[in-house]
């Protein structure tokens, strides 16, 4: 028998389970419903050789450095710092909003006002909200905080969302603040790089132990349940940890409603060309059904004569027909939430760890982080 049973082999799933495996000898089970490892950080070749995200552009920056040192045992990494460029009345300009793009839109003399009005309340170097820059009582600063909600922030939300920023939780827009600076990175983290041999590789890594025993193709539903507060495997009471990294709903056939999520359809085309774009992603928030744009050369470089993008069309999230990628932030989701982790709470041996189970936007290093205290609250 498993001393550990873990559902899910994204990285939530992954680090616990090498975790239990290589710190205290646990025997571990790893169930996964597809036929791969790695979640939706899944990577491959294509039949032209280049590396592609199968599930969106997967970029790893932190700044928390046992994280990195964590991931390091597992890869080597080809230094990878992330560039995104908008696609604005025309223009190609740098995201986040910086004060580049500010010169690139406005005629100098307009730009050097709004300049001087952000450095005015903020200091250089700066992250400002966008939904914070609107409070601008300052009259430059309000209209300049408008365009920029309207440009990039407002259509791309309502695409890639359903919603607008207003009615989603502020910390979905403050992820790409206002940045009153000239660094057109994506990222300022210490860390920023990707696998150079890619993100399945990683994993590969991670579960490749004797302890560790990996079931593709199997919903946890087909082998264990949960009834009365206590978890069956194999219709047995199961004693040992439970790690549960899927959507809670789904745990608990989905007794309190559903919980949403937003999905992506990705659709990847080659193109018979070097380069297709000047940034390994450009985002359209205006225009067009689709909200960005990535071309993976430019993330793991190789020679072709070809490349591959992939163009990413947000969509309603229909359980049992495409993939839930975020969880969607508004206070009635969050409250239904609250009541499927409430009954997670009441059985002993089980914890929901990762973006699907704690129903949060994690980024990968988030991820790894919070998994790595689950562990270490076990040995405590
Ligand atoms: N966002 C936006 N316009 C942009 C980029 C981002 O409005 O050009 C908003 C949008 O609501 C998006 C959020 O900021 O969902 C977070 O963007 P991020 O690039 O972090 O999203 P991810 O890469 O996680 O999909």
Redesign the pocket.
């Known amino acids: 028998m498993f001393d550990v049973i873990i559902i899910g082999a994204g990285f939530a799933g992954a680090v616990l389970a090498e975790r239990f495996a290589t710190q205290q000898n646990k025997s571990v089970l790893l169930i996964e419903r597809r036929q791969h490892i790695g979640g939706n950080c899944y990577d491959e070749r294509d039949d032209n050789g280049i590396l592609i995200h199968k599930y ?2 997967h970029l790893f920056h932190t700044d928390d450095e046992e994280v990195w040192k964590y991931l390091s045992q597992f890869t080597d990494w080809h230094v990878y710092h992330h560039h ?1 460029e ?1 696609m604005i009345d025309g223009q190609i300009v740098p ?1 986040p909003f910086n004060l580049n793009t500010l010169h690139k839109l406005f005629p100098p003399r307009l730009a050097d006002k709004f300049e001087g009005a952000l450095l005015n309340r903020y200091d250089y170097n700066t992250k400002v909200p ?1 939904l914070k820059l609107k409070q601008s009582t300052d009259k430059d600063l309000r209209y300049l905080a408008d365009y920029v909600y309207e440009k ?6 309502e695409k ?2 359903g919603l607008s ?1 207003e009615n ?1 939780e502020g910390a ?5 603040p206002v940045f009153v600076g000239r660094d057109d990175r ?1 990222f300022n983290d210490r860390f920023q790089a990707v696998p150079l041999k890619g993100y399945t590789e990683v994993f590969r890594k991670l579960l490749n132990h004797t302890n560790i025993k990996l079931m593709l193709n199997t919903k946890f539903n087909e082998v264990m349940r949960v009834e009365d507060d206590k978890i069956f495997f194999l219709d047995q009471p199961f004693e040992g940890q439970v790690i549960y990294t899927g959507q809670l709903d789904d745990l608990f056939n989905e007794k309190f409603g559903a919980l949403p999520y937003r999905s992506v359809d990705m659709k990847f085309r080659t193109v018979n060309v070097d380069s297709y774009q000047p940034a390994a992603t450009v ?1 359209y ?1 205006n225009n067009y059904d689709f ?2 744009i990535t071309e993976f050369k430019k993330i793991h470089p190789i020679n072709s004569t070809s490349t591959t993008i992939l163009k ?1 069309y947000p969509q309603d999230y229909v359980r049992g027909q495409n993939t839930p ?2 969880p969607i932030f508004t206070e009635e989701n969050q409250k239904r939430y609250e009541q499927y982790a409430a009954e997670v709470d009441k059985i002993d041996n089980l914890t929901a760890v990762g973006r699907l189970a704690e129903y949060r ?1 994690y ?1 990968m290093d988030d991820i790894i982080r919070r998994a790595l205290d689950v562990f270490n609250n076990f040995n405590t």
Do not use: C, K
Not at 152 to 157: P, Q
Not at 172 to 176: E, I, K
């Open positions: 969106g552009p995104v908008a995201l966008i990039v922030f407002l259509h791309y939300t890639q969302w920023p989603i979905v827009t403050a992820r790409v994506y985002n928030p909200t960005r990413e990628y975020y936007y980024d």
